[in-house]
């Protein structure tokens, strides 16, 4: 769903608050009720760059985009693109494009519309794939959503390397070789990166039984000393608890420092008290 606030923190540092959640789950309650009492195992929280006007309430502010040449402003061949939002981010693009192609002098015609994303150039079958890897369908079916016809490098792995076929996320599911592929293809550089190109630990166990095998497969194809992996884990669990503690009650915070604290020392990781973690979430928990 969406909020419309200003933000004017780091941008570094952008979460959702209790507020936000709450306002979010009493609009889909109105539709979905039951959603009322489920538990929330993640949020997540963006900042839309919008249309500047003076004395506008952000309601009102314009979702579109614009091109900005600077020439008038004395910046002759300096571009800004602004505003806009997600689902038009190809046409976007396409415009901005032009107009430099056209201060180039380049008169070939954009194509942009009709190329496919990388990984939509062909459609993979799942369960063909998942019997060729002797793998989980869940596991392939989920490797081919995210990746589409890129899945066919990750099989590659699988099939020299049958290691690599073991699971390291549960919850979504994710595997050794897409953890590895990751780090290598797509130049993930730690457990947060391999997040945003996977889901991995974003599901009901926030990380607890996966952020630490995943931060050794990132330090040993980065060639990382073990304490980096360690700190990388824990830098992880705590940005998961961040995502998910606006969302929950007084209890399930309870049992969430419980279940962290209990991870952290098994891990033979160093402790985070109860305090800190209670200040790193803003608006107090839902009541």
């Known amino acids: 769903g969406t909020t419309d606030d200003d933000y004017y923190g780091d941008l570094d540092d952008v979460r959702a608050t209790t507020d936000e959640v709450r306002y979010l789950i009493q609009g889909v309650a109105k539709v979905f009720p039951e959603v009322a009492r489920a538990r929330v195992i993640g949020t997540t929280a963006g900042v839309r760059n919008t249309l500047f006007a003076w004395g506008t309430n952000e309601d009102q502010l314009s979702r579109e985009h614009e091109v900005i040449d600077h020439e008038k402003d004395g910046a002759k061949n300096l571009f800004s693109m602004i505003g806009g939002k997600l689902a038009s981010y190809r046409v976007f693009s396409e415009e901005a494009a032009d107009l430099v192609c056209e201060r180039l002098g380049v008169t070939t015609k954009g194509s942009t519309h009709a190329s496919p994303l990388p990984g939509g150039e062909s459609k993979v079958d ?24 890129r899945v066919t490098e990750i099989a590659l792995r699988v099939s020299k390397r049958r290691t690599e076929a073991s699971v390291v996320c549960a919850c979504e599911p994710v595997i050794e070789a897409e953890v590895r592929y990751a780090v290598q293809v797509e130049r993930a550089c ?30 040993d194809e980065r060639a990382l000393p073990p304490s980096t992996a360690h700190a990388m884990a824990k830098r992880f669990l705590l940005e998961r608890w961040r995502a998910r503690v606006v969302g929950l009650d007084a209890l399930s915070i309870r049992q969430e420092e419980l279940a962290l604290a209990r991870w952290l020392g098994a891990s033979g990781l160093d402790g985070v008290d109860a305090t800190s973690l209670r200040q790193s979430y803003s608006g107090g928990p839902p009541r």
Not at 131 to 136: E, G
Not at 197 to 217: K, Q, S, V
Request: hydrophobic share 45%; aromatic share 4%; glycine share 10%.
């Open 126 to 149: 799942a369960f063909e794939l998942a019997d060729r890897l002797a793998m989980p369908e869940a596991a392939t079916r989920r490797l081919v959503y995210r990746h589409g016809a």
């Open 190 to 219: 730690d457990v947060s990166d391999v997040a945003r190109r996977t889901r991995l630990g974003l599901g009901a166990c926030g990380g607890m039984r996966c952020a630490h095998r995943a931060a050794e497969i990132v330090a």
